[in-house]
């Protein structure tokens, strides 16, 4: 839902690169609407993560079915199953539009997302009633799901910490990445290449094993 003109909302997009921050223009992306033309806020976020953890109920009133509830939440495409994360999450696949995995025994549903300067993440734990909303108008951070492992190690009792060191370590890391893999992108490029066949030859139907 869109409220007034970008100048009037009381955020604004910011970038950052190295250690400079700047405020950058709203993309206007209604041309691909689903994909993050939907502006929302923390209230009315908490309200729709209510209604998931109480399984489509609102106020008392269903207003999605127990079935289509179960169907939601249930893996649907396995992705890299049983792989475990540095903090001990062990990934389960991918449900309707939801990430599911396994958190030191508790079951997480949860799904992020980012465009020009803003960064969100939902994150439910359905068996112990939790959620957490966290939105940030800084592009490319990972202050949000910083904050979720925090609060999900206090609200559980987790002899957690050092988060923070971990979360820094790998954001060090990945900007190191990204500018060996910028100046890769220059040095490896080999000049005067073409496709091995003209791209319409490409254009087909194809098939997986596993997926169809």
Known sequence: R???SPASRPFAPHLRRKETVKRIPFRDIRAVGPAGSIHSSAREM??????????GVVDGKRLLGEAAMNE?????M????????????VSLGYALGWL????????RVHHNGAIDGFVATVTLLPD??????????????????????????????HDGGG?????????????????????AAITERV?????????????GEYRDAGYG
């Open 128 to 157: 112990d009633g939790l959620g957490f909303v966290v939105l940030a108008n800084l592009d490319e951070t990972g202050l949000p799901d910083l904050v979720v492992r925090e609060l999900t190690d206090r609200l559980l009792g």
């Open 2 to 4: 869109l409220r007034g």
């Open 163 to 183: 988060h923070r060191d971990a979360f820094l370590a790998r954001m060090a890391e990945a900007e190191a990445a990204a500018e060996r893999a910028a100046a």
């Open 78 to 89: 396995p992705i890299q199953g049983g792989r475990r994360s540095p903090e001990g999450v």
């Open 100 to 107: 599911v995995d396994i958190d030191r025994g508790h079951r």
């Open 191 to 203: 000049a005067g290449t073409r496709p091995s066949r003209a791209l319409a030859d490409f254009a």
């Open 72 to 76: 939601l939440h249930t893996v649907h």
């Open 46 to 55: 908490a309200h729709w993560v209510g209604l998931q953890l109480a399984r």
